[in-house]
């Protein structure tokens, strides 16, 4: 008899080790699925653009000249700026008035206050773009114009839940017994802000503003309804001049000049070119987060 139980246990162990080597597989795979896929999308886009690489050198491509595929003239340059432009100014904006909100939420305002300013911060957390576009060109262009600085003011706009979201979360992982050895040793509630939890909150403030920085170099329809279009041949100067962006290149163009082949390539080269500033400036600022790790332990 125990040996017809262990022969029943083993014919029921056998299915099951079965499904747990499956299941272990499977998830395995999307595993790594996951890691491969910014490597298949870089090398899908590489592929796209090869013809355009081939006889263009990054010199050409990134010279202070004027865009116009049909005559072979090809730069990303004044886009790059405008990026660069428009993104920056973003997240100073963004950034200190984000993290005011968040300081008083957490540290000043009364429970009830946090419990009405989470949802109002997820409900603008998911308007669609064309939303804060609309808004841009009703309430800031009649203010500023078609320019990079109103492309700026509204990108800001919707990066601002992100900081906010994260950081009311880094406030709040603060232990309650860092402010009270400070409030018992005499500290006011400035002083208890400013050199105990936002000290403490570094790392997690500077991933913060990295994501905030992904979520703006990436975004396209908001800022193509607002920032008033690249001057033929000049680079934008300042806030006050009209311009394009990576991302606002691509979709300006690309549905109606995508059956010409140098003209497809070239946009496809601007999505890399896009692809490879977001992945680096994403792999610099894990390590810049990791310093500022070490440095704090």
Do not use: H
Request: hydrophobic residues 55%; charged residues 15%; contains cysteine.
């Amino acid at each position: 008899m125990p040996g017809r139980a262990a022969l029943r246990r083993a014919s029921f162990a056998s299915p099951r080790s079965l499904l747990d080597s499956g299941e272990r597989a499977l998830l395995g795979t999307l595993a790594c699925a996951l890691v491969l896929l910014p490597f298949v999308i870089g090398g899908g886009l590489l592929m796209a653009a090869r013809g355009l690489l081939a006889t263009k050198t990054v010199a050409e491509l990134f010279a202070p000249d004027s865009w116009n595929p049909m005559r072979g003239r090809i730069t990303y340059l004044p886009f790059l700026i405008g990026t660069l432009w428009v993104t920056g100014l973003a997240v100073l904006i963004a950034l200190p008035l984000s993290l005011a909100v968040a300081v008083y939420a957490s540290e000043y305002a009364p429970r009830r206050f946090g419990a009405v300013l989470k949802p109002a911060v997820d409900v603008v957390a998911g308007l669609p773009s064309v939303i804060f576009g609309l808004w841009g060109v009703a309430l800031i262009v009649p203010v500023t114009g078609y320019n990079i600085l109103a492309a700026a003011f509204v990108l800001a706009v919707m990066i601002m839940p992100i900081i906010i979201q994260i950081a009311m979360e880094v406030f709040s992982a603060v232990p309650p017994s860092l402010r009270e050895a400070a409030f018992a040793l005499g500290a006011t509630r400035f002083e208890v802000v400013n050199r105990v939890v936002l000290k403490k909150s570094r790392p997690g403030l500077v991933a913060a503003s990295v994501l905030a920085l992904a979520r703006a170099f990436g975004e396209t329809l908001a800022v193509m309804m607002v920032i008033g279009g690249a001057q033929k041949g000049r680079l934008p100067q300042g806030p006050l001049d009209q311009a394009d962006t990576l991302p606002t290149l691509i979709a300006n163009r690309y549905g109606e000049m995508s059956s010409v082949p140098l003209v497809s390539e070239s946009l496809l080269g601007a999505a890399f070119i896009l692809f490879l500033v977001v992945v680096g400036f994403t792999l610099v600022s894990r390590v810049v987060l990791a310093r500022v790790k070490r440095g704090m332990e």
